[in-house]
Nanobody, 126 residues
Framework: EVQLQASGGGLVQAGGSLTLSCTAS????????IGWFRQAPGKEREGVSA????????YYADSVKGRFTIASDNAKNTVYLQMNSLKPEDTAVYYC???????????????????WGQGTQVTVSS
């Protein structure tokens, strides 16, 4: 059974940092592209970052470039999202997702991902 477990969310002040973790089981981790998405109340789910299964290339939404870093530890079946300089507008439920095959130029589209974790809440206070 494929499972993704997202963790690490919490409450942080603006300018602070958090590290999210996405631990996977039930599939060969290194064969999948892993993405991080977020959804704020009343808004659509949006792609935040992704790391490809092929060459480990990383992708970021413009809104988080320079502040967030995605990294993978295949030995631990875990992908991390280091979030620095957090802003109130980063407040959302963050999800990780896995895609066995995906057009990487479309990494930010939720429909391209087959498996989803349960989400972890990130709240940034001003």
């Amino acid at each position: 059974e494929v499972q993704l477990q997202a963790s690490g969310g919490g409450l942080v002040q603006a300018g602070g940092s958090l590290t999210l973790s996405c631990t996977a089981s039930g599939f060969t981790f290194g064969d999948y592209t892993i993405g991080w998405f977020r959804q704020a109340p009343g808004k659509e789910r949006e792609g935040v970052s992704a790391i490809s299964s092929g060459d480990g290339s990383t992708y970021y939404a413009d809104s988080v470039k320079g502040r967030f870093t995605i990294a993978s530890d295949n030995a631990k079946n875990t992908v991390y999202l280091q979030m620095n300089s957090l802003k109130p507008e980063d407040t959302a439920v963050y999800y990780c997702a896995a895609a066995p095959t995906i057009l990487l130029r479309l990494w930010m589209r939720p429909a391209g991902y087959a498996y989803w974790g349960q989400g972890t809440q990130v709240t940034v206070s001003s």
